[in-house]
């Protein structure tokens, strides 16, 4: 039996679809039901549950972006910061695996030209380096409270997309922001994040952290023209002249663009589709939002 | 009717002295009598009691010293980081104005030759710097979590110390040690400190953020020599070769050591004991730890 928390969010709604279709036995628990902020009450829970393996989805991203989060800081860093370090007391009091949903958005560029970080490489887009959104800032911190713990897994998400248009899609972001950032980057989609974090579990792959992003990168600019061969593009898309330009005129903290490196996961034996045959498959089968 | 937080700790046990000197009504309040991290809790509590303001000084400081935060991080980001933004919350929905306990121990050095931090001043030993310890970090993160809080006094402690022997009395800690470092520092006679805590409130002074050092600075060999001057050197103070040979030999992180500025505080029209003072009069009214 697997412990989802978080099951209600954008990622753990893709974790319990996952789990639901590969048929494995799942409890998803909201924190009304449960507050999982408090060790003790979880550990009881999974031993109670005969839980086998937990996945936290739960945190804390800012609504309708990271700009929330600078506004709303203590109850980023108690999602991001706290709530992964509470979880791991409890896993370890209840002995028993588990993973957190981590981000990529810790770093920011790339380490050397044409290079991608990779899980050894330090946060580059952290309280630490001063230059960062304060939810980065917070997950950064998230990977150093559990820098020393055993038995888990530290899942690194970065930009999700899939096929189904929404407010938390990156192809939707694209096609309903009036003006583009241009940026390369790594991103991720979804559907096949969701079954990395079930079959880390299910091979057995070593503990550690995993970036789990679709190998190759991909530009902004790259993004809006598949979009716009796949004639979804709701407008001409037009870009920012700069960061600079962009965080003048559209946001308030610095956001990462970045490149990981998908090589330790491969090695794990898990696959996922390069990056531009996942957006061509997202933007085929493109389900757009009822209105 | 005050509320305090934090009563049973170190600066907490001076706050209730102070309060009970002064005949001040107020209520010393446990988390296990109450959950004040759960901000509808002590909203709820502060409204029922008739709260007139609250003193905030629980937090999360390590044992025997900060070392033991680095490998406690979540429980010492909690305490420092989340603990200031529930209590802010709580008195924002009760409508009524306190104070919370911080540290100088976010700065590390001057901010220029023969001057001291005012309270304007960034933090320099911080996360945002990458050159603290993980105490430090998660001060100044509580510092910032309260940044636009309004109605609040943020009280900056240094190195506490008074005539009563104890392990968390830096007086004791110099006779304690096998070894010391030279640095040059502000530090705090603790009872006047807690006496501040109060007369801000008492006194209306302005909200804001106010080091609460005695006038003056001093070093670790001056502070030594008036101890042996006093007859209660336990034996000849011997000290390390430098920061850096401490390092290796004596700690895990390093350590502040500053120098704030005290202006703002005596312009509020609140006075404290020039240092060499207030260390004297501690020494000459020394009361050894029973053993």
């Known amino acids: 039996m697997i412990t989802l928390l978080g099951g209600s969010g954008y990622v753990g709604g893709a974790i319990r679809k996952a789990l639901d279709q590969r048929e494995l036995p799942y409890r998803s628990i909201s924190r009304s039901e449960l507050d ?36 709303d800081k203590c109850n980023c860093l108690n999602g991001n910061a706290i709530l992964p370090g509470r979880v791991a007391e409890a896993c370890k009091e209840a002995d028993i695996p588990w993973g957190q949903v981590s981000s990529g958005c810790i770093y920011t560029g790339r380490p050397a030209p044409g290079e991608g970080f990779t899980e050894e490489d330090e946060p580059n887009f952290s309280f630490r380096k001063d230059n960062c959104s304060f939810y980065s800032g917070t997950k950064a911190l998230g990977e150093e409270v559990l820098a020393n713990e055993e038995n888990v897994y530290i899942w690194r998400l970065r930009i999700p997309f899939n096929e189904l248009d929404g407010a938390r899609n990156f192809l939707s972001k694209l096609m309903r922001y009036a003006k583009l950032l241009e940026a390369e980057n790594s991103i991720t989609q979804l559907d096949e994040f969701a079954n990395v974090c079930i079959d880390s579990w299910v091979k057995q792959i070593p503990y550690g952290i995993y970036n789990i992003t679709n190998p190759g990168h991909i530009t902004t600019r790259q993004v809006a023209g598949l979009i ?11 870009f920012f002249e700069s960061e600079s330009d962009f965080m003048q005129k559209a946001a308030i903290a610095p956001r990462s663009n970045c490149v990981l490196n998908t090589d330790k996961l491969e090695a794990a034996g898990i696959h996922m589709t390069p990056i531009e045959e996942a957006l061509h498959q997202a933007l085929d089968n493109w389900v757009p939002e009822a209105s």
Do not use: M
């Open 36 to 71: 999982y902020y408090q060790p003790e009450k979880l550990a009881a829970w999974l031993q109670e549950s005969e839980t086998q393996f937990l996945i936290n989805a739960a945190g804390y991203t800012g609504r309708p972006n990271v700009d929330a989060c600078e506004s």
């Open 228 to 238: 716009t061969e796949h004639g979804l593009a709701p407008h001409e898309f037009s």
